[in-house]
């Protein structure tokens, strides 16, 4: 390269303008190269299976996707890639550098590509539209991705037992039933059919992002981005239905199911369903018997942190929601809340069919049993059934205190002789 091109190259200075969209470059070969991205000639096309680009480079890159090379490896972590601009985005992970942060819930993104497609599921436009069934999405490649089912073609065959998919991804995955490999966890040695499942994937203790306010640690760096706005007053987001505000767009949206009543998020061995993710998580846990939040006092073990912490509240007797009307105060925020409306006398939880008011939402489900006549609520001692859980309650306060006795025949308890 002559002295004037190499100069040329590393200087600041870009003298080759576009008069479509004024972006500068610093010699007329990327100019001309840019220029086809303007028109719709796309004259690289590949032999195998005709996908056109409007770069001979784009189409170098994409054969590689054919052959399933990957010459582009990781020199931390030998992972290959197929494009070099995946290996430096990868790069990204290990050196936790996310530049590009969206402006609307605070996640990050190594590169501004990235971001631009994450933009795209907070407005609710979907220009791209399927002439076959109307579904609309956000991106092209969506749109491209749903055709196929329609066609019912599935381009990516297996070449062992020739089984077809929609996507690349799902064969990528297929294979590992032939091959048998596995995604491999290097600290508990657990292996994963996919690499979804091995990202998801990690380890309670070992949390290296802390929040230098509360001391909180978290897998991830996003995570920690996210939670730190938990800790600034500012809540931008704001309900329009009861004016609760959140820090963070996606709580927000997670807040407005409970208001609509759906749960998106359901589980797949019990049916139960959730407004969000975390509470599902949450739930699998029950199913797996794991509790891993262990109190130090007395050895008990809770699902999750939170059941952990207000546990914990019962031997300390600490009860930091204070009512500031009676000084009353209570283990949760949850219970405060309901006491207030105690005071404002208020029932926002009405029977549709008799039209009775009732300040909490579990005694509303319970007076409803007494309508449906269903008494779900049984005593394990003598059998007798309630509609409302409240009622079992002080019913078993009555076989506590020894006042019972029981018919030989019938078994119907009485509190005298």
Do not use: W
């Amino acid at each position: 390269m002559s002295e004037t091109k190499y100069l040329l190259a590393h200087t600041q200075e870009r003298i080759h303008p576009c008069v479509i969209c004024s972006n500068v470059f610093s010699n007329q070969s990327d100019l001309n190269n840019h220029l086809l991205t303007h028109t719709q000639k796309k004259p690289h096309v590949c032999d195998i299976c005709s996908k056109a680009f409007t770069l001979k480079s784009g189409l170098k890159m994409h054969l590689f996707t054919h052959t399933n090379e990957m010459p582009f490896v990781c020199e931390i972590c030998n992972m290959g890639f197929s494009h070099k601009i995946d290996l430096k985005k990868h790069y990204f992970i290990h050196e936790k550098n996310y530049p590009y942060i969206c402006e609307k819930c605070s996640q990050p993104f190594a590169d501004q590509h990235l971001l631009n497609i994450h933009l795209a599921t907070h407005t609710e436009e979907k220009p791209y539209s399927c002439k076959i069934c109307s579904k609309t999405y956000a991106q092209k490649s969506y749109l491209n991705r749903h055709l196929i089912r329609h066609t019912n073609e599935k381009p990516h065959v297996c070449e062992i037992c020739n089984r077809g998919f929609y996507q690349k991804c799902d064969l990528k995955n297929h294979f590992f039933i032939h091959t048998k490999q596995r995604y491999l966890c290097k600290i508990c040695n657990t292996t994963f059919a996919n690499k979804h499942e091995f990202k998801i994937h990690s380890h309670a203790e070992e949390k290296p992002e802390v929040c230098d306010i509360c001391q909180r640690t978290f897998v991830k760096k996003n995570s920690l981005i996210k939670h730190l706005l938990t800790h600034t007053k500012e809540k931008h987001h704001v309900c329009e239905i009861c004016n609760k505000g959140f820090a963070v767009e996606g709580t927000l949206k997670e807040h407005m199911a409970t208001h609509s009543k759906e749960k998106p998020h359901g589980c797949k061995i019990c049916s139960k369903a959730y407004a969000r993710m975390e509470s599902l998580k949450i739930h699998l846990l029950t199913h797996a018997g794991e509790k891993p939040h262990i109190c130090e006092i007395c050895k008990k073990g809770f699902v999750c942190v939170e059941s952990l912490k207000y546990h914990v509240r019962a031997h300390t007797g600490d009860k930091p929601h204070v009512c500031e009307i009676c000084n009353k105060g209570f283990f949760q925020l949850s219970n405060l809340k309901k006491h207030l409306l105690t005071h404002t006398k208020e029932k926002p939880h009405v029977c549709e069919i008799c039209k009775r008011g009732f300040a909490e939402k579990g005694t509303l489900r319970d007076h409803m049993g007494t309508h449906s006549k269903e008494k779900p609520h049984m005593c394990e001692i003598c059998n007798k059934v309630y509609a409302c859980a409240k009622s079992l309650k002080k019913h078993i306060l009555f076989h506590s205190k020894g006042n019972h006795h029981i018919c030989e025949i019938c078994n119907k308890v009485f509190s005298q002789l």
